[in-house]
């Protein structure tokens, strides 16, 4: 029984992971060479433009987040009218919003350069930059029903290919500002220009997308569609947003107290850790769909099973590929940007996947409770998040800086993926205790013994030589080495446990 829905489901992983690898590997390739363009004052306007552009997208009108769910519903059904005339609602509402704010963002501009403590001397050419990035954000937003629609129809074959190639054109764009020695304001209508094409791209499928689907129910009035669309949506918005919350705000915090060339070097540690995230969650991107159709079969013990194995695979492999960072970032830090990293880019990149480990390792049991029509969960536990993360970066930074902010989104985001897993293990009938030794201690501890072990043995005298030096073979002899008896080590822990 199980044939069927494993088979869609590694198909999309597959095809989602070709797309985000594509992109994610080429952003690895380019930012070296623009930290070194730009330099450290140009690039931590850079990273508090990309900051302040997610936190700006707190405030879109929450459709995105219920369209797959919803798109897929309607495919599902053979609800062919009320599908078409979705689509197209929310692209006109997506699109009237996004005008709007952006001519207020434009307004308000130099509070918000003036709250991010950027120095007035670059205030003309930051303020662009950071209107663009809105727009790159807003365009994103509107021409996102799309890419949805393709998800919701299981074609993420296709999205992945026009994905690869709007992330092709963006970076070659970006290779082509560096080498005519542009500045921000050309990064700038890079980003809009090809955020705009993308979509346009997205869109392409999408009429045969719409004829494809079988007219088996009547058209229902569009006030109630959107209104059902809202009402799932909704909650997932917010969870979104504290979400959000939660990995941007402490960059403002440390950018206030260190400056916002502290916030730079500590960016750098995180973009490699938030790539090895998107990668890694290409896998609970990919369930939804199927975990959708699942609930619509009402076979509660084939969710259930489905459940506990996607959750049990995802958690053995994301626990040591984030603990690996603990001995591993600064040679990876050195490989990457070619220079000796930084002690921020190092606390940026250990603390930010100690902080993912403990916020992905539930990942699979969300995309469950929002297939089962329970997003009220999620926006509950990412409150909860926000609220700690909040208070904690408000006392942590100011007295520990870096460190802080990395402790406290460890705390929040392991308190509200808890609080999360307490409800959802009640809902399927999973025991607690078991459910979360299985899913974060197992894997945990199983990880953190070759990563302790390997940190003692390499932070040698002669190891952090290597590294604050500069020699960049012998750091990539010493990761091959670390690697081998890493995956040793924790494989041998694991099957251990198991006999």
Same mark, same amino acid.
């Given at each position: 029984?199980?044939?069927?829905?494993?088979?869609r489901?590694?198909?999309?992983?597959?095809?989602?992971?070709?797309?985000?690898?594509?992109?994610?590997?080429l952003?690895?390739?380019?930012?070296?060479?623009?930290?070194?363009?730009?330099g450290?004052?140009?690039?931590?306007?850079?990273?508090?433009?990309g900051?302040?552009?997610?936190?700006?997208?707190l405030?879109?009108?929450?459709?995105?987040?219920?369209?797959?769910?919803?798109f897929?519903?309607?495919?599902?059904?053979?609800?062919?009218?009320?599908?078409?005339?979705l689509?197209?609602?929310?692209?006109?509402?997506?699109?009237s919003?996004?005008?709007?704010?952006?001519?207020?963002?434009?307004?308000?501009?130099?509070?918000?350069?003036?709250?991010?403590?950027?120095?007035?001397?670059?205030?003309?050419?930051?303020?662009?930059?950071?209107?663009?990035?809105?727009?790159?954000?807003?365009?994103?937003?509107?021409?996102?029903?799309?890419?949805?629609?393709?998800?919701?129809?299981?074609? +993420?074959?296709?999205?992945?290919?026009?994905?690869m =190639?709007?992330?092709?054109?963006?970076?070659?764009? =970006?290779?082509v500002?560096?080498m005519?020695?542009?500045?921000?304001?050309?990064?700038?209508?890079?980003?809009?220009?090809s955020?705009?094409?993308?979509g346009?791209?997205?869109?392409?499928?999408?009429p045969?997308?719409l004829?494809?689907?079988?007219?088996?129910?009547?058209?229902?009035?569009?006030?109630?569609?959107?209104?059902?669309?809202?009402?799932?949506?909704?909650?997932?918005?917010?969870?979104?947003?504290?979400?959000?919350?939660?990995?941007?705000?402490?960059?403002?915090?440390?950018?206030?107290?260190?400056?916002?060339?502290?916030?730079?070097?500590?960016?750098?540690?995180?973009?490699?850790?938030?790539?090895?995230?998107?990668?890694?969650?290409?896998?609970?991107?990919?369930?939804?769909?199927?975990?959708?159709?699942?609930?619509?079969?009402?076979?509660?013990?084939?969710?259930?099973?489905?459940?506990?194995?996607?959750?049990?695979?995802y958690?053995? =492999?994301?626990?040591?590929?984030?603990?690996?960072?603990?001995?591993?970032?600064?040679?990876?830090?050195?490989?990457?940007?070619?220079?000796?990293?930084?002690?921020e880019?190092?606390?940026?990149?250990?603390?930010?996947?100690?902080?993912?480990?403990?916020?992905?390792?539930?990942?699979?049991?969300?995309?469950?409770?929002?297939?089962?029509?329970?997003?009220?969960?999620? +926006?509950?536990?990412?409150?909860?998040s926000a609220?700690?993360?909040?208070?904690l970066?408000?006392?942590?930074?100011?007295?520990?800086?870096?460190?802080?902010?990395?402790?406290?989104?460890?705390?929040?985001?392991g308190?509200?993926?808890?609080?999360?897993?307490?409800? =959802?293990?009640?809902?399927?009938?999973?025991?607690?205790?078991?459910?979360?030794?299985?899913?974060?201690?197992?894997?945990?501890?199983?990880?953190?013994?070759?990563?302790?072990?390997?940190?003692l043995?390499?932070?040698?005298?002669?190891?952090?030589?290597?590294?604050?030096s500069?020699?960049?073979?012998?750091?990539?002899?010493?990761?091959?080495w +670390?690697?081998?008896?890493?995956?040793?080590?924790?494989?041998?822990?694991?099957?251990?446990?198991?006999?």
């Amino acid at each position: 029984m199980l044939s069927s829905p494993p088979k869609r489901l590694l198909l999309n992983t597959v095809a989602n992971l070709f797309g985000r690898f594509w992109a994610k590997a080429l952003a690895l390739l380019i930012v070296p060479f623009l930290i070194k363009h730009l330099g450290d004052g140009g690039w931590g306007v850079y990273c508090l433009g990309g900051s302040a552009a997610m936190l700006i997208s707190l405030a879109d009108p929450a459709l995105t987040s219920g369209y797959t769910k919803v798109f897929s519903e309607y495919i599902a059904k053979g609800r062919a009218a009320d599908l078409k005339r979705l689509v197209i609602a929310g692209f006109v509402i997506y699109g009237s919003w996004s005008v709007a704010l952006l001519a207020l963002t434009w307004v308000l501009m130099p509070h918000i350069l003036a709250l991010a403590g950027i120095s007035p001397a670059v205030h003309p050419e930051a303020g662009f930059f950071f209107f663009a990035l809105f727009g790159w954000r807003f365009i994103a937003e509107t021409f996102n029903v799309f890419y949805h629609l393709l998800n919701a129809a299981q074609r +993420m074959t296709t999205a992945s290919m026009f994905t690869m =190639i709007g992330a092709l054109i963006h970076y070659v764009a =970006i290779i082509v500002v560096i080498m005519c020695n542009g500045g921000l304001v050309a990064l700038g209508w890079v980003f809009m220009a090809s955020s705009l094409l993308q979509g346009l791209l997205l869109m392409i499928p999408a009429p045969g997308i719409l004829r494809s689907v079988p007219r088996l129910v009547n058209a229902t009035p569009l006030g109630y569609q959107v209104r059902y669309l809202l009402a799932f949506a909704w909650p997932l918005k917010l969870a979104a947003n504290c979400e959000t919350v939660v990995l941007q705000t402490d960059k403002f915090f440390i950018a206030h107290w260190a400056g916002v060339v502290a916030n730079g070097f500590y960016q750098k540690g995180t973009i490699l850790t938030i790539v090895l995230r998107e990668l890694l969650r290409v896998c609970t991107n990919a369930l939804l769909p199927v975990a959708t159709t699942l609930v619509a079969t009402g076979n509660k013990e084939l969710l259930r099973e489905a459940h506990r194995r996607s959750a049990l695979i995802y958690a053995r =492999i994301t626990a040591p590929v984030f603990l690996f960072l603990l001995p591993a970032a600064p040679f990876l830090l050195l490989l990457w940007l070619g220079e000796a990293p930084s002690v921020e880019a190092v606390l940026g990149m250990t603390l930010t996947g100690l902080a993912f480990h403990a916020g992905t390792a539930f990942s699979v049991s969300m995309e469950f409770g929002a297939a089962s029509h329970l997003p009220h969960l999620q +926006m509950r536990s990412a409150f909860l998040s926000a609220i700690i993360s909040l208070v904690l970066d408000a006392v942590l930074i100011p007295f520990l800086g870096c460190w802080g902010a990395g402790l406290a989104s460890f705390i929040a985001l392991g308190a509200s993926s808890l609080y999360y897993a307490r409800v =959802i293990s009640r809902i399927l009938h999973e025991p607690f205790g078991p459910f979360v030794w299985q899913i974060y201690l197992e894997p945990f501890l199983a990880a953190i013994v070759p990563a302790l072990g390997l940190m003692l043995i390499t932070w040698s005298s002669r190891h952090a030589e290597w590294v604050l030096s500069g020699h960049r073979w012998m750091a990539l002899g010493q990761l091959c080495w +670390m690697s081998f008896v890493y995956v040793i080590v924790y494989a041998a822990l694991m099957l251990g446990r198991k006999r």
